[in-house]
């Protein structure tokens, strides 16, 4: 997600988002990823979390930007992990091109 910054300083963030939320998003994901190993399903939650205060802070509709990506009930892994994968992409677009 940062790098994409790195090259393209300022024009790859939208009004709303800093070059500090993008990072903080960015070691989100990584920490989310990391609880992911132990329980996948909390690691989903701790990331849609993290992701929403900064959403919350910069005006954005958490709630409806972070509500297809959650677990469903006796999700297995590969589901939360593609879930995972889903919210982190969801991320980079916001990050990217604003919500």
Known sequence: MTAWIRVYPG???PRRLTADDVEYLD???RHAYGVFDDDPVTGLDLA???AASVFNLRGLDADTLLRPFHA???ADRAEVLQTMGALAAAI???A???A
């Open 11 to 13: 024009s790859a963030l």
């Open 27 to 29: 070691g989100a994901m």
């Open 92 to 94: 980079d677009r916001i």
């Open 48 to 50: 849609r979390t993290m």
């Open 96 to 98: 990217v091109d604003g």
């Open 72 to 74: 469903s009930q006796g």
